[in-house]
């Protein structure tokens, strides 16, 4: 079955930098687009980034210029770095595996249908 690992969150201060990674296994990584949500007490879960299966990026505003999503396929794993971090970043954050291999990712959550259990990310002020 598919599993998605996340890993790399952690307690940093504002304007640190962190690296979270995703290792997935179960499905031809290659093939299938991938993103990274979060969710942060109180609040919906919502989108921070994705990357299609072709390797095209696509951001949410609040975190555009600051976030890079990547992916190597070769190691089955995407990679969010987040730089310059806020406090208001600090959530939980999920990789989570696009519904159906190639197409187009989005933002919208209902289109992603394997998640990982998730990594915690805290930012101090």
């Known amino acids: 079955q598919v599993q998605l690992v996340e890993s790399g969150g952690g307690l940093v201060q504002a304007g640190d930098s962190l690296r979270l990674s995703c290792t997935a296994s179960?499905?031809?990584?290659?093939?299938?687009?991938m993103g990274w949500f979060r969710q942060a007490p109180g609040k919906e879960r919502e989108f921070v980034a994705a990357i299609s299966w072709s390797g095209s990026p696509f951001y949410a505003d609040s975190v555009k210029g600051r976030f890079t999503i990547s992916r190597d396929n070769a190691k089955n794993t995407l990679y969010l770095q987040m730089n310059l971090l806020e406090p208001e970043d600090t959530a939980v954050y999920y990789c989570?595996?696009?519904?159906?291999?190639?197409?187009?990712?989005?933002?919208?959550?209902?289109?992603?249908?394997?998640w990982g259990q998730g990594t915690q990310v805290t930012v101090s002020s």
């Open positions: 179960g499905l031809t990584f290659s093939t299938y687009g």
């Open positions: 989570a595996s696009k519904r159906g291999s190639y197409g187009v990712v989005t933002t919208d959550i209902r289109n992603y249908d394997y």
